[in-house]
């Protein structure tokens, strides 16, 4: 079993900066792929960025390229989403994740509890 724990989430204001962090634990691989959803009420849960444990591949949506920077510690099993110039449509519940990556989207096996990301205007 893996768990996923994340960090970081709060209320700031628009054009502000955050840095989210998920800390894994239990069975992890190195095969995994960790990667980050989000989730604004009343909406689907999208897609953000994904990496894998040996850095050799990222992904990031194209509604945050440019703005957000996903990483790695892999000594400590930590996965960072750097999220600047932020704006209120980022508002959201974001979600570590850990499985496979499918092309632009991941099967994910493991998720965190979620840390909330408020962006005010």
């Known amino acids: 079993q893996v768990q996923l724990v994340e960090s970081g989430g709060g209320l700031v204001q628009a054009g502000g900066s955050l840095r989210l962090s998920c800390a894994a634990s239990?069975?992890?691989?190195?095969?995994?792929?960790m990667g980050w959803f989000r989730q604004a009420p009343g909406k689907q849960r999208e897609f953000v960025a994904a990496i894998r444990w040996s850095g050799s591949f990222t992904y990031h949506a194209d509604f945050v390229k440019g703005r957000f920077t996903i990483s790695r510690d892999s000594a400590k099993y930590t996965v960072y989403l750097q999220m600047n110039s932020l704006k209120p449509e980022d508002t959201a519940v974001y979600y570590c994740?850990?499985?496979?990556?499918?092309?632009?989207?991941?099967?994910?096996?493991?998720w965190g509890q979620g840390t909330q990301v408020t962006i005010s205007s």
């Open positions: 994740a850990g499985g496979v990556y499918t092309g632009q989207a991941m099967a994910a096996a493991y």
């Open positions: 239990g069975r992890t691989s190195s095969s995994y792929t």
